[in-house]
C-alpha cells in the first residue's frame, strides 16, 4: 500500500508520526513538523481525556482548531496508560471482561473505560485515524494471560468497530479510519488467531499490540514479525511506539508502514543530533545490513565549540540552512529555549528524510 487517505490529507507510505502526546510536539511547533515533510502526529488520548477532556476538545471545534495543526492526527485508543499504571500497582483499578475501571488517585473516585467510551471520545477530538481498544500483554507473560488479551482484544475490536459505524453514519464529508490492535505476545499462533479474527470484524488498517522488548530489553523481531505475518497485506500495518531509525527499516521490511514514537524528540533535549554517514543517505544506504547509516553528534562536545559549519551540511531543516554547530553549542550551553526548537527540527527532518529514502523505489 503507498498511500493512507484520510479527511485531512493523504500520506504517502512509509510515514513516521512524532508523538504529540498532550497536542504539541515537545519543544516545537506544527510548522517544523510540516517542513520536516512529515504528514501527521500522533496524540495520546488518556492524556488528553484528562486533561482538557474529550468534551472540551469538542466544543473548541476538535483537536485540529484547538491546536491549530491541519495535518494528520492519530490518536491511540487510551487502553496502554490505564493498563500500565494497573499492572504496575492494582491500587490504580482492575481490567473487567466488559470495562476498565480505574482510580487515579488510588482511592474511591473511579474512571470506568469502555470501547464504547473509547470510540466515543476519539470522534470527539476529530481524529483522522483511530485505534480500537485493546488490551496489552509483556511477551513474558504466561499462555492463559496472552489468551485473554485475544480473548478481551477481539471482543472489544467488535464493540469498537459497532460504535465506530453508528457514530460515522451521516456524518458528512471523508470518515476517519480505524485500526484494530494485533496480540497474542510472543506465540505466533495466538498472533495469526488474533489476526484472522480481527479480519473478519473489518478494519482500514491494523496495529502491533503489546511489548516489544523481552524482559532484558532486547528487541524482538521475531513478535513483531509474527504480528506483521497476522495482518492484511493489503492494509497498512502501524508499529506503534517504534522507533529508531534502524528498527524502522528493519520494519519496512517486515511489511510495517507506520511508525510513532518519541524518540527524535527526546534525544533532541538531550542534545544528541542524527546525522546520516557519509555516502549513506541513499535508498541503498540505509538499507544496509548492520543498520549503521547513520551517526550522533554530541551538542555539548567541547568540538564544536568554534565549527563555522552546519550540523548536516546536505540537511536543508532551518538549524543546518541558518546556524552553526558553534552557535547550537552555545545556545545548550546557556540553556537558551531555542536551542531545544533548533535540534528537535533537525531530528524531525532527518526523519523525514529517512521515510523519502524508504518510499524510494
Not at 496480540?183 to 495466538?190: S, T, V, Y
Not at 529508531?244 to 533535549?269: H, K, Q
Not at 564544536?304 to 558553534?326: F, M, N, Q, T, W
Amino acid at each position: 500500500m503507498r498511500e493512507l487517505t484520510t479527511p485531512h490529507g493523504v500520506v504517502p507510505l512509509p510515514a513516521f508520526f512524532p508523538d504529540a502526546t498532550y497536542g504539541t510536539v515537545r519543544a516545537t511547533g506544527h510548522e517544523d513538523v510540516e517542513a520536516a515533510g512529515l504528514f501527521g502526529v500522533e496524540m495520546n488520548s488518556f492524556h488528553l481525556y484528562n486533561r482538557p477532556g474529550a468534551r472540551l476538545v469538542k466544543t473548541l471545534g476538535g483537536l485540529h482548531s484547538f491546536t491549530g495543526y491541519n495535518g494528520v492526527i492519530l490518536t491511540d485508543s487510551g487502553g496502554f496508560q490505564f493498563f500500565s499504571q494497573i499492572r504496575e500497582n492494582a491500587e490504580y483499578g482492575e481490567i473487567r471482561d466488559n470495562e476498565i475501571i480505574f482510580r487515579p488517585d488510588r482511592g474511591s473516585e473511579k474512571i470506568t473505560f469502555t470501547p464504547e467510551k473509547s470510540i466515543q471520545a476519539q470522534f470527539q477530538f476529530g481524529s483522522d485515524i483511530m485505534m480500537a481498544l485493546d488490551l496489552c500483554t509483556h511477551p513474558d507473560d504466561p499462555e492463559e494471560v496472552q489468551r485473554r488479551s485475544v480473548e478481551l482484544t477481539v471482543k472489544w475490536a467488535a464493540r469498537c468497530r459497532e460504535e465506530f459505524d453508528k457514530l460515522v453514519k451521516g456524518k458528512k464529508g471523508p470518515r476517519p479510519l480505524l485500526f484494530g490492535i494485533v496480540q497474542g505476545g510472543a506465540n505466533r499462533e495466538l498472533r495469526m488467531e488474533c489476526g484472522a479474527r480481527l479480519k473478519e470484524i473489518g478494519f482500514d488498517g491494523f496495529g502491533f499490540g503489546g511489548w516489544p522488548l523481552d524482559g532484558d530489553g532486547n528487541f524482538r523481531e521475531d513478535i513483531l514479525q509474527y504480528a506483521a505475518d497476522a495482518m492484511d497485506d493489503n492494509l497498512p500495518k502501524y508499529a506503534m511506539g517504534l522507533g529508531r531509525p534502524e528498527e524502522i527499516v528493519r520494519l519496512v521490511n517486515m511489511g510495517y508502514s507506520l511508525f510513532d514514537c518519541v524518540i527524535p524528540t527526546r534525544e533532541a533535549r538531550h542534545q544528541r543530533l542524527y546525522t546520516f554517514k557519509k555516502g549513506m543517505n541513499t535508498p541503498e544506504g540505509v538499507r544496509v545490513p548492520d543498520g549503521k547509516f547513520y551517526k550522533f553528534l554530541y551538542m555539548l562536545d567541547d568540538v564544536h565549540v568554534r565549527d563555522k559549519g552546519p550540523v548536516d551540511p546536505e540537511c536543508d531543516c532551518i538549524l543546518c540552512r541558518k546556524y552553526s554547530r558553534a552557535y547550537l553549542h552555545h545556545l545548550f550551553k546557556v540553556g537558551d529555549s531555542q536551542a531545544y526548537r533548533l535540534a528537535t527540527a533537525h531530528n524531525l527532518r532527518f526523519y523525514g528524510r529517512l521515510m523519502e529514502l524508504l518510499r524510494h523505489e
